[in-house]
């Protein structure tokens, strides 16, 4: 049985090196640019007509536009509109990647913690950038909570500290283990499959109930893959009120 | 051979936190129908964070579930 980590080897499809440092062009990449691809080629065919009545590809985009919309109302405020590109950006490149992932032979690029780092240190950096735009140094005060003893600011100044910093690492973590796990999970118990149909006629009727369960694992996977990407793009929406409103 | 068996012992091992995570979710959704079939206008208010706390208590047991599997199979 192949093993399950296999299927997360960065290849290099196109090797290149500048400067020493390697840039090739691997399936990651590839799938990042169809993952680009693909939404921009949905939205585009679906916002084409602007329909004042919609057709089920518009009612789509559009239902999506609202969904993220309203998610970044609802978490930032009023103020957070300009924000709305980049966590509808945010939201969709995670969706798709993870849809994407579920395809047979498609690499699932947010199952690497290098690239679920870097969206959220992009969150982290852009809530401490413009935290500081906004609110200059009165940004700081965002680890002292209003109305906390006297006695207790010692404690709570480093609990916040840690827990503002701890951020990127349980955005990123939590996205990069729910996909690896779950396509570890799908490859080991297909893999069961595999082995009952290589051990003979009998063995391979038994194999048709690991698929079965791979069915439901699917289902499941569709499910944590939209999930994953709406908590992402929520908790983003929460760090990110943090530089527009300092204590809410 | 050993670290073989130390390998599959750890991995068993990690996937003890699934028992909290199941336990969790299933105490969330019994207190989200609870709450519901007492008061039915705080669904809309319950709704909001519903799918951000499943999230949450998920991956508590999901994480150690890939971590066990990558300490076997890695």
Known sequence: MASPIHQFVVIPLAPLEIAGIDVSFTNSSLWMLISAV???????????????????????????YEFVGKMVQENIGKDGRQY???????????????????FPYAFTYTSHLIVTGVLALLVFFMVIGFGLYN??????????????????VGFIIPIEIISFFVRPLTLSVRLFAN?????????????????????????AALGVFP????????????????????????????????????HH | MELEAAKLIAGALVTLPAFGAALGLGMYFASYNNAIARNPETKKLLDEKFFLILAFIEALGIIPIGIGAAMLFG
């Open chain 1, 38 to 64: 693909v939404s921009i080629v949905f939205l585009s065919m679906a916002m084409r007509r602007k329909a004042m009545i919609p057709g089920r590809l518009q009612i789509t985009a559009e239902l999506l």
């Open chain 1, 84 to 102: 709305f590109p980049f966590i509808f950006t945010l939201f969709v490149f995670i969706l798709t990647g993870n849809l994407l992932g579920l």
């Open chain 1, 211 to 246: 698929v079965l369960i791979n069915v439901g694992l699917i289902m499941f996977e569709l499910l944590v893959a939209v999930i994953q990407a709406y908590v992402f793009a929520i908790l983003s929406c929460v760090y990110l009120k943090d530089s527009v409103d300092l």
């Open chain 1, 179 to 203: 996909m690896m796990a779950g396509h570890i999970i799908l490859k080991v118990v297909v893999g069961f499959a595999v082995s009952a149909a290589s051990m003979g006629v009998a063995w």
């Open chain 1, 135 to 152: 609110h200059g140094l009165k940004f700081f005060r965002l680890f002292l909570p209003p109305n906390v003893p006297w006695w207790l």
